[in-house]
């Protein structure tokens, strides 16, 4: 965490309005002093933990490719910023069939006083600031989940909830890389879209919630391989909503 802040926000300085703004909500697996989520530390280096990549991708998206990002620097073990307030997995006390220990009986309202409400109060702001003309969430996810034998064989995939006017646009593009995409695959957007719920639906944002395979951005080669990608396709998308 910098300055005790539960987010950074990179590449914000005298953008011009109207561009993309891209969103980490799980890029960190940092757990703040005072905090003991009683777990095999091996854990924290695992998806349970963190989008593994992500981070990688908003630095280069911002630094590169003339995206601001607003990138999460707590574990989503330790408060889970794309989880509504009154969800009971926005502190999470099981992930992918492993205990959290140390979240039972945590407080949960102090979980929120100090990480999920000032990410969200300074992401709102940033938005309000940068005038986005579309907001692109990144998030990874586990090629398999030791709870469940279901095949995700997808490379890359694209959630939304009501508005899917730049999801659309994106599946297509995605499908012209030759690409393997999922339509609201793995996760679906219906149910899971807190923070895009908030911060673009609400505010009639176009937007694409990004779900990339963690195999393929493992490596630092990866992550700049997609990170253009991204730049190339999610421009185009901008154009068209």
């Not at 002093?33 to 280096?45: A, S, V």
């Not at 999920?116 to 579309?134: D, F």
Request: hydrophobic fraction near 40%; charge should be negative.
């Amino acid at each position: 965490m910098i300055d005790n802040l539960p987010y950074r926000q990179v590449g914000a300085e005298d953008v011009r309005p109207g561009g993309l703004m891209c969103v980490a909500d799980h890029a960190s697996n940092y757990v703040p002093e005072g905090i003991e989520l009683g777990i095999d530390p091996k854990l924290m280096n695992q998806h349970i933990a963190l989008d593994i990549g992500v981070e990688g991708i908003a630095d280069r998206l911002s630094r590169g490719h003339n995206m601001p990002a607003h990138i999460a620097c707590v574990s989503r073990l330790v408060c889970d910023f794309h989880r509504r307030e009154d969800e009971a997995a926005v502190v999470p006390t099981e992930s992918d069939g492993k205990l959290i220990p140390g979240n039972i009986g945590a407080n949960v309202e102090a979980r929120l006083a100090n990480y999920h409400r000032p990410y969200h109060e300074a992401l709102g702001k940033m938005v309000a600031r940068v005038k986005p003309r579309m907001l692109v969430a990144l998030h990874s996810f586990t090629p398999s989940l030791e709870t469940s034998a279901e095949e995700r064989p997808w490379e890359v995939s694209l959630l939304y909830n009501q508005d899917d006017r730049a999801a659309r646009h994106a599946i297509r593009l995605f499908g012209e890389q030759g690409l393997t995409v999922g339509d609201n695959q793995p996760y679906s957007g219906k149910q899971l879209n807190a923070t895009m719920d908030r911060h673009a639906e609400a505010n009639g944002i176009p937007y694409c919630t990004v779900e990339i395979r963690q195999d393929q951005i493992m490596t630092e080669a990866g992550q700049s391989r997609w990170a253009m990608m991204l730049a190339d396709v999610m421009g185009r998308v901008a154009l068209e909503v």
